[in-house]
């Protein structure tokens, strides 16, 4: 879906790097999500933010950071890269104020080796 | 913690047949359960919301219903093509905001002619 953007959509770097993967959307949509996919354990929850101010945690946020630049753009940060975290990483949008505020967006991905 | 639970093993099927996946969930109930489909590579892109109060919800070849006794739902596809053939995620909402969601590992389906 080109309406979430993700870039780089494929990076390796070496383990101690300091890594950002951005997300843009042009929805206009207030929610803004980051997940990693690894093969077994499906989607994950890393951050989310539901507006510029308000930023969440979820199930697997040690190790990164987050900042919500503006309503449409949320930044993920690895500030130390190592090797588990190896992983193809989806940013998703959603937005409450829609009929189906429920229904999240994603972006197409960024495969993300660490050596 | 909310467990989810779908089939590992790929689901195989001939064109036309009608695909059933199915997702398990424990603990308690959500608000909402959603179906995503993802092919290799690819984000997620969501197929079907079904609320607590809904026990089937349909959308051209699609159908999911959702028994909160079992606390199951079942998705089908009729007719089914080549197509088809992708990953499909079940999703759950806790919270009934859309604040965070649960994914299943998703199942695997392979229409073959």
């Known amino acids: 879906d080109a309406d979430v953007t993700q870039t780089p959509r494929n990076r390796i770097t070496k383990t101690g790097k300091r890594i950002m993967l951005e997300c843009s959307q042009t929805?206009?949509?207030?929610?803004m999500y980051w997940y990693r996919q690894d093969p077994g354990l499906g989607l994950r929850l890393i951050y989310y933010?539901?507006?510029?101010?308000?930023?969440n945690k979820g199930e697997i946020s040690d190790g990164y950071s987050v900042s919500r630049q503006a309503q449409a753009k949320f930044s993920l940060s690895l500030e130390s890269a190592i090797p588990n975290q190896t992983a193809l990483y989806f940013c998703?949008?959603?937005?409450?104020?829609?009929?189906?505020?429920?229904?999240?967006?994603f972006g197409p991905g960024t495969r993300l080796t660490v050596l | 913690s909310q467990k989810i639970e779908q089939n590992s093993e790929a689901l195989n099927i001939q064109e036309g047949k009608t695909a059933t996946l199915t997702c398990n969930y424990t603990?308690?109930?959500?608000?909402?359960l959603q179906w995503y489909r993802q092919d290799p590579g690819r984000g997620p892109v969501f197929l079907l919301l079904?609320?607590?109060?809904?026990k089937e919800k349909r959308k051209e070849r699609l159908k999911v219903t959702f028994d909160t006794t079992l606390k199951q739902s079942l998705f089908h596809i009729t007719a089914s093509q080549p197509a088809d053939s992708a990953t499909y995620l079940c999703?759950?909402?806790?919270?009934?905001?859309?604040?965070?969601?649960?994914f299943g590992t998703g199942t695997r389906l392979q229409v073959t002619l």
């Open positions: 998703a949008t959603s937005d409450k104020r829609s009929d189906t505020y429920n229904e999240q967006f």
């Open positions: 929805k206009g949509h207030d929610r």
């Open positions: 933010s539901f507006d510029v101010k308000d930023i």
């Open positions: 603990n308690y109930s959500p608000a909402y």
């Open positions: 079904i609320r607590e109060n809904e």
């Open positions: 999703a759950l909402d806790l919270t009934g905001t859309a604040s965070k969601l649960t």
